[in-house]
């Protein structure tokens, strides 16, 4: 285990708006090299001009884009697993969006996961941040539309399982943001991007006697 770099890098994925992009303009507000990824090149680097950051274009759907993005730097100490899709198609309809959902917000994750391990191993500190959902939740009723409860319930089990595999130095939990105001969240939700980005900071930068294979909201252990 070694001591947090001065300059932790982070990467973020779907940081070019909503939530992702809130956790990338905290993240560099205390101090640390941030890259955001998104699928759209130009979406991505406006956002990243805005932001003062790095862009890398990444395709959660097309994993070779990942592998370069990753290879090309060398690997991050910080990786925010963001991205996210919604569709309210039932589960049982040929026209569901199971494949999508669980490629984006479980295969995915773990690929990148994967791809950090040599960083990780280096340089003896790492930090995952899982963005799920209280409609990932077994105790809260797995709700929420098509597949997303059930790709988020998934992202939750790989949040538990990978403490096991993990380097030491390498702390992985997942949490919810909360209900926020963003495209997915609609505007009658009551949270800013910023108080949904808080609890996902707060993970990304852990000390290292924080924990680690949990799932949190507003900083609080919550039911999986």
Known sequence: MSARPLRPSALITGGNRGIGRAIAAGLKDKGCAVTI??????EGRRAAFELGVSFVRIDLT???TSFDAITQAGGFDILVNNAGVLTDISLLSAKS??????????????????????????????????????????????????????????????????????????????????????????????????????????LALLPDDGPTGGFFRARQPVGW
Request: hydrophobic content about 40%; aromatic content about 6%.
């Open 37 to 42: 990824g998104a699928r759209s090149e130009e």
């Open 62 to 64: 097309e994993a070779d």
């Open 97 to 202: 969006d199971f494949d999508q959902a669980m490629e984006v917000m479980v295969s995915a994750p773990l690929d990148l996961i994967r791809m950090h391990l040599p960083h990780w191993r280096q340089t003896g500190w790492g930090r995952v941040v899982n963005i799920s959902s209280g409609w990932g939740s077994h105790a809260e009723g797995l709700g929420g539309p098509g597949a997303y409860g059930v790709a988020k319930a998934s992202l939750n089990a790989l949040t538990r399982a990978l403490v096991r595999d993990l380097p030491d130095g390498v702390k992985i939990n997942a949490c919810d943001p909360g209900w926020v105001n963003t495209r997915m969240g609609g505007p009658s939700a009551p949270l800013s991007p910023a108080q949904g980005a808080d609890t996902p900071i707060w």
